[in-house]
């Protein structure tokens, strides 16, 4: 079994697994519209904190009917989405 190990590069730190299951939602980087929606594991340097999004899984939506009102009810519910370029 192969397992994936993630490491602070400022700290050397092993990184631990902060929260399982953050919506990630890229938007394009020409003008910033909704591309696709995912969702990965927030790691976490145990030594400064710093934070990184990993782990991603099967992208859950893009560019699908109903698409749009999807992110703009993930949005609206304030749940944590996290939108990233």
């Given at each position: ?16 697994v902060a929260k399982v ?16 929606l995912m969702t990965g ?20 939506a893009m560019h699908e ?21």
């Amino acid at each position: 079994m192969n397992t994936i190990d993630e490491f602070c590069v400022r700290c050397k730190r092993k990184m631990r697994v902060a929260k399982v299951g953050q919506e990630v939602v890229e938007l394009t980087a020409k003008d910033g519209k909704p591309y696709k929606l995912m969702t990965g594991d927030v790691l976490r340097c145990p030594e400064c904190d710093y934070e990184v999004v990993s782990r991603f899984g099967k992208v859950t939506a893009m560019h699908e009917e109903g698409f749009d009102e999807k992110v703009a009810e993930l949005r609206r519910l304030g749940i944590g989405l996290l939108e990233v370029t």
